[in-house]
Structures are given as structure tokens and as C-alpha cells.
């Protein structure tokens, strides 16, 4: 069970030059190793910058997950050293933090360590209330287990007809003009876009299309959307 202590205990195991941590460190819970087992507690906290999401404080264990020690992990940006669903929607949600639209919120991610090993764990990021607005970030990690990195690229690798079919769904054609181009019948075309909606995570076609810009899987400024090579297999 994770239990919570003082935040001076938080405090001590943060390393950070950053001289506004007094502000956030009030906010930060401290989480103690499990006192049943003896083994490490998997919860860690670190501090972030409100402008750019760039790590200031972190615990040790919050630098290890990422094969980092706390003085090479902090000037990082948090965004670039997580791999998320929709990569352009976790920077929205920590502007909406920055900027007073929200307090708080937590989302699933995977991390990669330098040896390139991968983990999944549960992100929450909480804004610190500063005289002018907010003071910083407090970024809890709950470690869930490894990820095999295979699992984390399926997801971005499409098959070449999965890629037309993308392709044709973003420049914005229907069902019908979908089959007809691609020499597949209605029912075929749906089967496909309703794979890669649950692939996604997708609730519908403009959502799909929106995470496959925020994951890179198209070229940038070119019309109609084409899938880069790298993602198709």
C-alpha cells in the first residue's frame, strides 16, 4: 500500500538548482518504500518547469526508471522522454495546466530508459498555486510493469492497405470513394477504418486522423496525406 509522509521528507530526496522549488515542493507527496516487503516503492515524483515542461527536481528513482542519474535528467524535457497515445494531446493537457485551464490530470504513458527498455506507467501532473499563477509542476510517475518494446511500435506500424486506408480517411474521403479507389467493397473499407479506430483509441475518424498527426505518422506539408515509409510495413 502506498502511504504518504511529510513533504520534508520529499524535500531531501529531491535534487534540483532550481531556486522557486520551495514553492512546488509543498505540494509533493512523499511515498516511502513498502514497509511489508521491503522492496522498492514504485511511485516517484519529480518538479517541471510551467514553460516548457522541462524537469527541474527529481528523486533518484524518478531519474533511474529512465536509466538517468538526477543531474543528467533535469533540463530534460518530460514530454520527450515519454512515448504517449497522442503525443500533441499530452503537450495540450500540460498547457491547459500552465495556463490555469486545469489543476491536474493523469494519463497513461511509457517510458524508455537509455538501454532502450520500456515501462508503462501512470502519469499525474498537478499545477502548484503561485502568487501569479502557477508556480510549477509536481509530476507523479506509478511504475506498472515493462512494456515489450515491440508492443509499443506495433501501434505505429500499418500494413500497406491500413495505410491507404488512413491516408484516404485524413484527405477526407468517404466510405464509398474509399472502396472504389481501393478496389475493396463498403463493408471492407469500414472493417479497416473500425481497426485502426480501436488501434488508435480512436472514438471517431477526425480523432483518428488527429493522432496519427500527433504520433508523426504523416509527412509534414504535403497534401493528400501520405503515411510515411517508416510506418508501413
Avoid: K
Avoid at 508492443?151 to 472502396?179: F, K, N, P
Avoid at 471517431?204 to 510495413?233: C, I, K, M, T, Y
Amino acid at each position: 500500500m502506498v502511504t504518504t509522509s511529510s513533504t520534508a521528507a520529499s524535500r531531501s530526496a529531491l535534487s534540483s538548482p532550481d531556486p522557486r522549488r520551495a514553492a512546488v515542493d509543498s505540494a509533493v507527496p512523499a511515498v516511502p518504500r513498502d514497509a511489508r516487503d521491503g522492496r522498492r516503492r514504485r511511485t516517484y515524483t519529480a518538479h517541471a518547469s510551467t514553460r516548457d515542461t522541462t524537469v527541474t527536481a527529481v528523486e533518484a528513482e524518478f531519474a533511474e526508471a529512465f536509466g538517468l542519474s538526477p543531474g543528467r535528467i533535469c533540463g530534460r524535457d518530460l514530454c520527450d522522454l515519454l512515448l504517449a497515445r497522442s503525443p500533441a494531446n499530452l503537450r495540450n493537457r500540460f498547457a491547459d495546466l500552465a495556463e490555469g485551464r486545469s489543476n491536474r490530470f493523469t494519463e497513461r504513458v511509457t517510458g524508455r530508459d537509455d538501454a532502450g527498455r520500456t515501462f508503462s506507467a501512470n502519469l499525474t501532473a498537478i499545477a502548484v498555486a503561485g502568487p501569479d499563477g502557477p508556480a510549477g509542476l509536481v509530476i507523479l510517475l506509478r511504475h506498472t510493469g515493462n512494456v515489450d518494446p515491440a508492443e509499443c511500435d506495433d501501434r505505429r506500424t500499418l500494413s500497406e492497405i491500413d495505410a491507404r486506408v488512413l491516408e484516404g480517411v485524413a484527405g477526407g474521403a468517404s466510405t464509398v470513394q474509399l472502396a472504389g479507389r481501393l478496389y475493396m467493397s463498403r463493408q471492407g473499407v469500414e472493417y479497416r477504418v473500425g481497426r485502426l479506430l480501436r488501434r488508435f483509441d480512436a472514438p471517431n475518424r477526425p480523432a483518428l486522423v488527429a493522432r496519427a498527426h500527433g504520433l508523426g505518422l504523416f509527412a509534414e506539408g504535403q497534401w493528400p496525406p501520405r503515411v510515411l515509409s517508416d510506418f508501413v510495413e
